[in-house]
């Protein structure tokens, strides 16, 4: 046959240690204002993979137009600090045209 020139190997083990993921990016997204408190979406990333994190307190209420800020902290898999900033922006103007008209007599 052809194999009655081979052995058979001995078996092997190996440790496989994975190493935590350093975050890379934290971002939220801005939210119009509306008189309510708002509660931030965070997206953390570590390279192209969504990444675990806890948030920190946030520098205001959270209510009133404006930037605020916070660090995010990688746990898990993953790890590092990074701020975060979360703008509560105007709403856009807008006009409503709502015309009654009366009759006059001559």
Known sequence: SDTENYETPAPMSATLIIEPAPITSA???SQ???GTKKTPNIVVKAGA????ATVGTWSGNLTDIGRYTTTVTGYGN???ELPVEF???RPRAFATTDFTFAAQSA
């Open 49 to 52: 993979l969504s990444a675990d």
């Open 27 to 29: 971002v939220a997204e």
């Open 78 to 80: 993953f790890t590092g």
């Open 87 to 89: 703008d509560i922006v």
């Open 32 to 34: 119009t204002w509306d």
